[in-house]
């Protein structure tokens, strides 16, 4: 079975907090792993136009993090706080291997709201210019707690499963990932995987499916 994260529990609890960051993270179980690459979002540089690189321990992306929400400005602790015009979130990356992208985990630390699954897209175009959209198949609630000031701090985790949405002419050239919200939301911290391993084959998977269906009438 293809795991999706070390631990599939999420969190609803009320407690102190002087600051906001990703709590209770989804981890894929292949992060780290030969043909993956993770980036992370601690701090940003510009609340609105500017490019924001990934600054967290271990990030290998080269990509940028741009915030287009009128309004939207860094507020003291350095998260980008929207107007009510709301977040407008873009990450935009290249290639990283000839491999078609197969898996993307995003994990989102806000304050005084969320971004909703239906907020939140994926991007890909191909070597020949074809372009498709993915939105996240599955969306956990990791973490939700309150702070010293009375706001709450979210974690939600969001997956893209691309495996289907394959662009037909090859291998991914550009993604993007965007995603809004509603007016007063803070962005704290981002967390992004990308699993670029390939896939079996489906004639590869039948026969491993076969092999093991004989041994197991032998064994009868």
């Known amino acids: 079975m293809y795991l999706f994260w070390e631990t599939a529990l999420a969190v609803a609890v009320i407690a102190p907090l002087a600051h906001g960051a990703i709590i209770n993270e989804a981890v894929p179980t292949w992060r780290d792993q030969p043909n993956t690459v993770f980036a992370g ?3 940003f540089a510009s609340g609105y136009g500017g490019f924001n690189v990934a600054d967290r321990q271990g990030s290998f992306c080269g990509c940028s993090l741009f ?3 009128a309004g939207s400005a860094l507020d003291a602790d350095g998260n980008i706080r929207s107007a009510s015009a709301g977040l407008h ?10 491999e078609r992208l197969r898996s993307v985990v995003v994990n989102l630390a806000t304050i005084d709201g969320a971004v909703a ?3 939140m897209k994926l991007r890909l175009v191909d070597g020949q210019g074809a372009i498709t959209f993915i939105a996240p198949s599955t969306l956990e609630e990791r973490a939700q707690e309150m702070g010293n000031d009375g706001s709450i701090y979210r974690t939600r985790a969001y997956r893209f499963d691309v495996i289907d949405g394959y662009l037909s002419s090859g291998a991914v050239s550009q993604w993007r990932l965007e995603f809004t919200s509603t007016g007063g939301v803070a962005l ?3 967390a ?12 590869a ?6 092999g093991v269906t004989v041994a197991r009438f ?3």
């Open 41 to 43: 979002w601690e701090s």
């Open 67 to 69: 915030s287009f929400g």
């Open 89 to 98: 979130i873009k990450i935009v990356g290249g290639q990283f291997s000839a």
């Open 117 to 119: 699954i239906s907020q």
């Open 188 to 190: 704290d911290e981002v």
């Open 192 to 203: 992004l995987d990308l699993d670029f391993n390939a896939v079996p084959s489906p004639g």
């Open 205 to 210: 998977l039948a026969l491993t499916v076969g």
């Open 218 to 220: 032998r064994r009868r």
